[in-house]
């Protein structure tokens, strides 16, 4: 069967996304319901892929379909293109089946040459309009097609402006443009050698091929990868008869959510300009018009483009991005894709549709990104405080951001990857801004509304932004900005505040985050669904409260060696680890065991009725020492003095520190993730760990004398081999023993063990006869299986390897399941056939990845644990798991699985 390179947007009865593109599917689609859609056609994504196999060329067989569409067109609307009495005129857009909104090409008013620019003057009886087209395409074209810089043409339309003192564009006359038109055209000729190219089914072919490539621009390639969206897509491109908001006052432009894209409220919101076109809006040239205000210029056109809104809407089941124009007081749509919108928008939005019965629940959550919810559990500003504010824009993506002001976009991205918080401020963003504004905290301009391009993009990344802030006197050639008699230069520390449109200088004061009533509700949905229990690592009481607060439903991993590095117990630690016999290092812990048992305490009486899950001492012991490099130093620099003035008080601390040194190079190791450490050191030096599991029976005794319910379990960690679990659990039981009969109390301990070295996993069955449980370490268990140093891999290699594909994401980011996976399941299943009740958890990173947990789900495990501030992400991860795994069963999609 042969393959079709170009659907007409009449023509498709069930438009597929994947083939046409997201733009092309939705024309077909709004095309199909009898929505005002210009007329055109669109080459497929699968087009895009032979045209870059052929070698950047159409192929025969797409050229012929090309001239079939275009003939289509020029029949239905009476027009030709090229035509020298009445020119049918197209755009050329891309439509990738993800939406990238500004990252690849588009060409307006192709069609128009010396020839056909006087028809359409003479058909639309404004000259003005006709030749400020023929204008805006020939700039257009040569900077898609031809890679003219952009700049060449900006200069010149200044200056025309400057010296005839027109105050914008729409004032130009018609004979002014003809001499722009002229001097852009001798642009063209110097840089290219050749003259433009004013043969429109050239014109065509050409624009169509820029589209295709700009698939693999730069900026594209950028946000594919800010995005995660796969590089094998493609783009389709859409060709349309062209309809012109710039035909007088009675014609227009604009962009508009069917609800508020920032705050997720139930209302049109949008702008537009009268007398321009698209690009004006978008590109934040010219600052627009709130929508509500077309309420009184346009009201029938207000009326229908309310209740246009309303339907796509509700076909769509959700919010709406719509482009449209008014071309002589009639309304076309332009086009209509699910809208990017900030964190808390897109909670509020999923929420408010489950309840208007538009969606159901599990689509509300589907719907939702686990970064996202990331965003809103961040601090905001201390109103508290007074700020110096000193301009206000458009609050075009909520959040604080502060940093220095970057005037560029690749000295945003320099400065940034040194380490610096940076704030890109523009007059107005372009595409070719896109690694700037990822570099960013946040995004400022002086032009622009809040459908603009860096209003749009810092939304769809959870940026901070401020758009059109006026007072702003932007000069990024010198590297500065004024406001009123203000001078600020690259490098001064200004804030923004992206949900009320303030500009500060200085740095701000944050406070923590308060959780919207539609964010619990949400979590309150997840939590119905999933069947994976979240847990928090959290070592310290006040972490605990946090996780608790986040919904966290104990701690999976509370390591007891951060305890230790606290100022009023590192000494003791030291002394305990440097002790010359059994008795010094007796008494040390002595001194370690109430400190440890206050910890214990506080964490377990904060988790009241929750498990907590407390490892053991894990790290080798040279990490509490001082460091080996500085004591060398120390040695050195004694000698020297000893050498220079000989008294007893240098000598002293010559020998005090040499005994040091000695001391510590004896504990030094040479590979520490592999060496004496974990049940190792529980081993070798069994006083630890019988001090620590002391403290721990202890604090649950004192805890349940005082009528609470703690629920401690106890982690032996790097066990290999049973017979280290076996003898750790002899001594952990023996000290329980011991504390419940002192206190004449009963309780029951779990007592388990990390699973982080492949042995261990391999063994599992093994372990099991002595392990109520496994909490896979996956941090490590990554290390070990990979043969990787972590430090080492991600400072030195890992980011190359995940570059250039060798690996296809950071394995101790996103679980390795082919590999440290395959250990998880095999672990899982061992452990369970020898003890089916075995309890199973993960306490690494990968614990609040959602990629990872929906693995974790599929293997039946019973719990993750990540950070406090991950663990509204993992619940929603975990509830999107068990409904991708529902729907799955079900062999459809369904509904829930309709994912924007």
């Given at each position: 069967?042969?393959?079709?390179?170009?659907?007409?947007?009449?023509?498709?009865?069930?438009?597929?996304?994947?083939?046409?593109?997201?733009?092309?599917?939705?024309?077909?689609?709004?095309?199909?319901?009898?929505?005002?859609?210009?007329?055109?056609?669109?080459?497929?994504?699968?087009?895009?892929?032979?045209?870059?196999?052929?070698?950047?060329?159409?192929?025969?067989?797409?050229?012929?379909?090309?001239?079939?569409?275009?003939?289509?067109?020029?029949?239905?609307?009476?027009?030709?293109?090229?035509?020298?009495?009445?020119?049918?005129?197209?755009?050329?857009?891309?439509?990738?089946?993800?939406?990238?909104?500004?990252?690849?090409?588009?060409?307006?008013?192709?069609?128009?040459?010396?020839?056909?620019?006087?028809?359409?003057?003479?058909?639309?009886?404004?000259?003005?309009?006709?030749?400020?087209?023929?204008?805006?395409?020939?700039?257009?074209?040569?900077?898609?097609?031809?890679?003219?810089?952009?700049?060449?043409?900006?200069?010149?339309?200044?200056?025309?402006?400057?010296?005839?003192?027109?105050?914008?564009?729409?004032?130009?006359?018609?004979?002014?443009?003809?001499?722009?038109?002229?001097?852009?055209?001798?642009?063209?000729?110097?840089?290219?050698?050749?003259?433009?190219?004013?043969?429109?089914?050239?014109?065509?072919?050409?624009?169509?091929?820029?589209?295709?490539?700009?698939?693999?621009?730069?900026?594209?390639?950028?946000?594919?990868?800010?995005?995660?969206?796969?590089?094998?897509?493609?783009?389709?491109?859409?060709?349309?008869?062209?309809?012109?908001?710039?035909?007088?006052?009675?014609?227009?432009?604009?962009?508009?959510?069917?609800?508020?894209?920032?705050?997720?409220?139930?209302?049109?919101?949008?702008?537009?300009?009268?007398?321009?076109?698209?690009?004006?809006?978008?590109?934040?040239?010219?600052?627009?018009?709130?929508?509500?205000?077309?309420?009184?210029?346009?009201?029938?056109?207000?009326?229908?483009?309310?209740?246009l809104c309303r339907q796509l809407e509700l076909h769509y089941r959700d919010v709406q991005d719509i482009e449209f124009t008014i071309e002589r007081g009639r309304l076309y749509l332009l086009q209509t894709r699910n809208a990017k919108r900030s964190a808390q928008a897109a909670v509020k939005i999923a929420v408010d549709l489950a309840r208007e019965g538009v969606i159901d629940k599990e689509t509300a959550l589907s719907r939702l990104k686990p970064e996202e919810l990331?965003?809103?559990?961040?601090?905001?500003?201390?109103?508290?405080?007074?700020?110096?504010?000193?301009?206000?824009?458009?609050?075009?993506?909520?959040?604080?951001?502060?940093?220095?002001?970057?005037?560029?976009?690749?000295?945003?991205?320099?400065?940034?990857?040194?380490?610096?918080?940076?704030?890109?401020?523009?007059?107005?963003?372009?595409?070719?801004?896109?690694?700037?504004?990822?570099?960013?905290?946040?995004?400022?301009?002086?032009?622009?509304?809040?459908?603009?391009?860096?209003?749009?993009?810092?939304?769809?990344?959870?940026?901070?932004?401020?758009?059109?802030?006026?007072?702003?006197?932007?000069?990024?050639?010198?590297?500065?900005?004024?406001?009123?008699?203000?001078?600020?230069?690259?490098?001064?520390?200004?804030?923004?505040?992206?949900?009320?449109?303030?500009?500060?200088?200085?740095?701000?004061?944050?406070?923590?985050?308060?959780?919207?009533?539609?964010?619990?509700?949400?979590?309150?949905?997840?939590?119905?669904?999933?069947?994976?229990?979240?847990r928090a690592n959290a070592d310290t009481p006040e972490d605990a409260e946090k996780a608790r607060s986040f919904g966290a439903e104990g701690i999976g991993l509370c390591r007891t060696e951060h305890m230790f590095m606290a100022s009023d117990r590192l000494p003791v630690v030291q002394e305990m680890i440097l002790a010359s016999t059994h008795e010094e290092r007796r008494d040390a812990l002595e001194r370690l065991l109430p400190m440890q048992r206050d910890d214990f305490?506080?964490?377990?009486?904060?988790?009241?009725?929750?498990?907590?899950?407390?490892?053991?001492?894990?790290?080798?012991?040279?990490?509490?020492?001082?460091?080996?490099?500085?004591?060398?130093?120390?040695?050195?620099?004694?000698?020297?003095?000893?050498?220079?003035?000989?008294?007893?008080?240098?000598?002293?601390?010559?020998?005090?520190?040499?005994?040091?040194?000695?001391?510590?190079?004896?504990?030094?190791?040479?590979?520490?993730?592999?060496?004496?450490?974990?049940?190792?050191?529980?081993?070798?030096?069994?006083?630890?760990?019988?001090?620590?599991?002391?403290?721990?029976?202890?604090?649950?005794?004192?805890?349940?004398?005082?009528?609470?319910?703690?629920?401690?379990?106890?982690?032996?960690?790097?066990?290999?081999?049973?017979?280290?679990?076996?003898?750790?659990?002899?001594?952990?039981?023996?000290?329980?023993?011991?504390?419940?009969?002192?206190?004449?109390?009963?309780?029951?301990?779990?007592?388990?063990?990390?699973?982080?070295?492949?042995?261990?996993?391999?063994?599992?069955?093994?372990?099991?006869?002595?392990?109520?449980?496994?909490?896979?370490?996956?941090?490590?268990?990554?290390?070990?299986?990979?043969?990787?140093?972590?430090?080492?891999?991600?400072?030195?290699?890992?980011?190359?390897?995940?570059?250039?594909?060798?690996?296809?994401?950071?394995?101790?980011?996103?679980?390795?399941?082919?590999?440290?996976?395959?250990?998880?399941?095999?672990?899982?299943?061992?452990?369970?056939?020898?003890?089916?009740?075995?309890?199973?958890?993960?306490?690494?990173?990968?614990?609040?990845?959602?990629?990872?947990?929906?693995?974790?789900?599929?293997?039946?495990?019973?719990?993750?644990?990540?950070?406090?501030?991950?663990?509204?992400?993992?619940?929603?991860?975990?509830?999107?798991?068990?409904?991708?795994d529902e729907t799955d069963e079900k062999g459809g999609k369904g509904a829930a699985a309709q994912v924007s």
């Amino acid at each position: 069967m042969t393959k079709k390179w170009v659907y007409r947007f009449d023509e498709v009865s069930t438009p597929d996304k994947m083939l046409l593109g997201g733009k092309g599917a939705n024309l077909a689609d709004m095309t199909k319901h009898g929505l005002p859609v210009p007329p055109g056609f669109t080459i497929t994504t699968e087009a895009c892929h032979a045209y870059v196999a052929a070698g950047n060329t159409l192929t025969a067989e797409m050229e012929r379909e090309i001239d079939e569409a275009i003939s289509a067109l020029e029949a239905r609307s009476g027009k030709r293109l090229g035509d020298a009495t009445d020119p049918l005129l197209v755009s050329v857009r891309s439509g990738a089946p993800i939406s990238m909104p500004g990252m690849m090409d588009t060409v307006l008013n192709l069609g128009l040459n010396h020839e056909s620019v006087k028809g359409l003057a003479r058909t639309t009886d404004n000259p003005r309009f006709a030749y400020d087209s023929f204008r805006r395409f020939i700039q257009m074209f040569s900077n898609v097609v031809l890679n003219i810089p952009i700049h060449y043409f900006e200069r010149i339309l200044d200056d025309a402006k400057n010296k005839h003192q027109f105050s914008g564009d729409q004032a130009v006359t018609a004979e002014v443009w003809m001499d722009v038109i002229q001097s852009y055209l001798d642009v063209v000729r110097h840089q290219t050698g050749r003259p433009f190219p004013m043969e429109p089914r050239d014109q065509l072919e050409m624009a169509i091929g820029a589209v295709f490539s700009s698939w693999n621009n730069p900026r594209a390639a950028v946000y594919r990868k800010v995005h995660q969206i796969s590089e094998s897509l493609g783009t389709a491109v859409n060709v349309q008869t062209m309809v012109f908001g710039n035909m007088g006052n009675d014609s227009g432009t604009g962009v508009a959510f069917t609800r508020n894209p920032s705050t997720g409220e139930s209302e049109l919101f949008g702008e537009y300009l009268i007398n321009a076109q698209g690009e004006d809006v978008v590109a934040g040239i010219r600052t627009p018009s709130a929508i509500a205000t077309l309420q009184t210029e346009m009201p029938a056109i207000y009326d229908q483009f309310v209740s246009l809104c309303r339907q796509l809407e509700l076909h769509y089941r959700d919010v709406q991005d719509i482009e449209f124009t008014i071309e002589r007081g009639r309304l076309y749509l332009l086009q209509t894709r699910n809208a990017k919108r900030s964190a808390q928008a897109a909670v509020k939005i999923a929420v408010d549709l489950a309840r208007e019965g538009v969606i159901d629940k599990e689509t509300a959550l589907s719907r939702l990104k686990p970064e996202e919810l990331d965003q809103l559990l961040h601090p905001s500003i201390d109103e508290r405080v007074e700020l110096e504010v000193i301009a206000t824009g458009l609050p075009a993506s909520p959040g604080a951001a502060m940093g220095q002001l970057v005037f560029d976009a690749d000295r945003a991205e320099e400065l940034a990857h040194s380490g610096t918080r940076v704030l890109l401020v523009r007059s107005e963003t372009t595409p070719e801004d896109i690694h700037g504004i990822v570099a960013a905290e946040g995004v400022l301009t002086s032009r622009g509304g809040m459908t603009s391009h860096a209003a749009v993009v810092a939304r769809g990344m959870g940026k901070p932004c401020v758009c059109g802030c006026d007072e702003l006197r932007i000069d990024e050639e010198k590297g500065l900005c004024t406001v009123g008699d203000t001078v600020l230069r690259e490098g001064d520390m200004v804030s923004i505040d992206g949900g009320t449109g303030r500009v500060m200088l200085g740095e701000i004061h944050l406070v923590p985050p308060t959780m919207s009533d539609a964010f619990e509700t949400l979590m309150i949905w997840a939590d119905e669904v999933r069947s994976l229990g979240v847990r928090a690592n959290a070592d310290t009481p006040e972490d605990a409260e946090k996780a608790r607060s986040f919904g966290a439903e104990g701690i999976g991993l509370c390591r007891t060696e951060h305890m230790f590095m606290a100022s009023d117990r590192l000494p003791v630690v030291q002394e305990m680890i440097l002790a010359s016999t059994h008795e010094e290092r007796r008494d040390a812990l002595e001194r370690l065991l109430p400190m440890q048992r206050d910890d214990f305490y506080g964490i377990l009486q904060a988790m009241d009725g929750c498990p907590v899950t407390i490892r053991l001492l894990d790290p080798p012991l040279h990490e509490f020492l001082p460091n080996l490099e500085e004591l060398v130093a120390k040695q050195a620099a004694l000698r020297t003095e000893l050498s220079l003035r000989e008294t007893e008080e240098v000598r002293d601390a010559l020998r005090e520190t040499s005994g040091l040194l000695s001391k510590v190079r004896a504990l030094h190791e040479m590979n520490p993730m592999l060496g004496h450490r974990g049940c190792r050191l529980g081993l070798t030096m069994p006083e630890v760990y019988e001090m620590q599991a002391r403290a721990v029976f202890e604090a649950t005794a004192q805890l349940i004398e005082e009528g609470y319910q703690p629920k401690p379990e106890v982690m032996i960690p790097l066990v290999g081999h049973v017979e280290e679990l076996r003898r750790m659990r002899e001594l952990v039981e023996r000290v329980c023993k011991e504390v419940q009969a002192v206190r004449t109390l009963t309780f029951q301990v779990p007592i388990g063990t990390m699973i982080e070295v492949p042995r261990a996993a391999l063994t599992a069955d093994e372990i099991a006869h002595s392990a109520d449980f496994f909490s896979f370490g996956t941090n490590d268990l990554t290390q070990t299986t990979f043969g990787y140093s972590r430090d080492d891999a991600e400072g030195k290699f890992l980011h190359t390897y995940v570059e250039s594909k060798v690996l296809q994401a950071n394995p101790f980011a996103t679980i390795d399941v082919d590999g440290v996976g395959q250990l998880v399941r095999i672990a899982s299943a061992r452990g369970r056939a020898e003890k089916p009740k075995l309890k199973l958890g993960v306490c690494g990173e990968h614990g609040g990845d959602k990629a990872s947990i929906s693995f974790f789900h599929q293997s039946g495990l019973d719990y993750v644990s990540c950070s406090p501030y991950r663990v509204p992400l993992a619940r929603l991860s975990a509830a999107q798991a068990a409904i991708e795994d529902e729907t799955d069963e079900k062999g459809g999609k369904g509904a829930a699985a309709q994912v924007s």
